[in-house]
């Protein structure tokens, strides 16, 4: 059974708390990322190689039921949207076994942040003012910040939502 889309947003809401919009002086999206970033296979990969498109900082963990319930209308919207678009994930999982696990059981082919539950994850929660899971921060490709609110956007508008994105004033 697929949840309707009004409980999802009741749940996300209910599990996704975000506070303050932050400011962060960035050259282009690639900047608030490391360096390094690894594929859907752990595999090292260079940040740089999502230079000028937008990036979704995908915040979750296996461990949370809304995340495991979002990831799936992640996949198809990140799919849709491939050209243009990029998600990084940003684990929260306990462990890198778990954060592998999970990457695997969901079908995530996206980059994500090396480790779980530690710098430089907690570096970008605390820079977005991450409060809780799912979230998903959207950065313009010159690094100014969209929305901090994309797992909402996503589930309400799948349809617009990135070109909404697109047309947004800089925050």
Known sequence: MTPSPTFLVTLLSATA???????????????????KLEDAKGKKMESGVLSGKYIG???????????????????AFREEHIDEFEVVF????????????YIFTSGMEWPSVPGARRKPSTSLAETYSVQGYPTLVI???????????GVETIIREPATAFEKWKQAPPS
């Open 57 to 75: 900082l995908y915040f979750s963990a296996g461990w949370c039921a809304p995340c495991r319930v979002f990831t799936p209308q992640l996949k």
């Open 139 to 149: 950065l313009a490709p010159d690094g100014t910040l969209v929305t901090d609110r």
């Open 90 to 101: 940003v684990s929260f999982d306990k462990s890198n076994t778990d954060k592998r696990r």
């Open 17 to 35: 708390i975000i506070l303050a919009t932050p400011s962060v002086d960035a050259q282009s999206a690639v900047d608030v990322l490391p360096e």
